[in-house]
């Protein structure tokens, strides 16, 4: 990651912040009540959206737990350095898609999620990340059992590592 490819990675505490000047950007990170959110000014894909996404991950991880509030949108804009609207909308879309839930006067805040639910969304991911990867070994003349067995060895290798 380049400071070109970053417009800012935040740090944010319970609504307190500490800023690392390392590459220029802020830092967050999800551990102890932290969030990561890492936006990436030359990626194509709207700000809000990565925003989104980024949360929706560490949602359906388990990072960010049910009722675990999260920053304000003033907060999270002004350490993002983007317009509070861009940080509306990504809250918007994530309560519109039933990841938050808000309250006036008092946050956003995680809501509970469906086993089930969080089951069919990384599965979807998947497939999407797996239509790519068969894209690619097409173009690379990667034959299905070739594929087959990469996939097999990364799975046995991320296994065998934890």
């Known amino acids: 990651m380049t400071k070109n490819n970053i417009l800012c990675i935040l740090n944010i505490y319970n609504n307190e912040t500490e800023k690392q000047q390392e590459t ?21 894909i709207p700000i809000y959206e990565q925003i989104k996404e980024q949360i929706k ?7 960010l737990k049910e009722g675990e509030m999260l920053p304000s949108m003033r907060v999270l804009a002004k350490e ?4 509070i609207i ?6 918007e879309d994530l309560e519109r898609e039933g990841f938050i ?4 006067g008092k946050g956003s805040f995680v809501r509970g999620m469906d086993p089930a639910l969080v089951k069919e969304n990384m599965l979807f991911a998947v497939q999407e990340l797996l239509e790519e990867a068969v894209k690619k070994a097409e ?7 070739e594929l087959t067995e990469m996939l097999q060895l990364l799975y046995e290798d991320r296994h065998t590592r934890e």
């Open 86 to 91: 861009t940080t509306k909308r990504a809250y």
């Open 80 to 83: 993002l350095q983007i317009s």
């Open 139 to 145: 173009l690379g003349r990667i034959s299905q059992e």
């Open 24 to 44: 220029g950007c802020s830092l967050t990170n999800i551990k102890e009540n932290r969030m990561d959110i890492i936006i990436s000014n030359s990626s194509g």
């Open 57 to 63: 991950r560490q949602i359906m991880a388990g990072y």
């Open 101 to 104: 839930t808000s309250v006036t």
